[in-house]
């Protein structure tokens, strides 16, 4: 629903970079780091989210690239689509306003689900809905107003013992992402 791209940046890693809604500057950008501190706070995996400003003129576009929206129709992402993007994206003093989500390490498994178990990870044996800690994510998503809190908003990801082998023996650890939307 927020227009935004992938980043890498030498030395750092990878980055999502997503803009506010149009006509909401703020908004989102600042919920998302609130929320995912308070989240980490309490003990759950948030991705590590922030508030960017950074000139455009930084931003090198690789040849190729294409992008998905939420039609499901591929097209090319060119500059002209980086500046549309950008465009909608708040602007101050000729920097742009993102929020920047850290890659999440491991290998994505895709989202978590609130019932039942994961047929794919033998250390998954208590029913989800007899979990504490996702009864209690339901309490903090009430109390943060993240109403968003949705299991496509979750992403379950394989911890590899070794990182350069990621089939080798690891654990799956569970995240809640897109917190855009809380506090309203």
Known sequence: ???????NIPGLGKFLLKAD????PERAT???????RIYHAV???APCDSVVHFDPKVLKLEPGLIATDNTGIPRPFDEAALQRLLARASQREGLVRMGASRW????????YRYEGTRDDDPNDVV???DRRELRGGRVLAA???HFDSREQNTMDVWMAERPDDEHSPGFVRHYILDLGDSFG
């Open 127 to 129: 029913d989800h809905e």
């Open 143 to 145: 109390w943060l107003n």
């Open 21 to 24: 809604p149009e006509g909401e």
């Open 30 to 36: 600042g919920a998302t780091a609130i929320a995912a």
């Open 1 to 7: 629903a927020n227009p935004g791209f992938r980043v």
């Open 43 to 45: 003990g759950y995996f």
């Open 104 to 111: 999440l390490p491991g290998r994505p498994l895709g989202p």
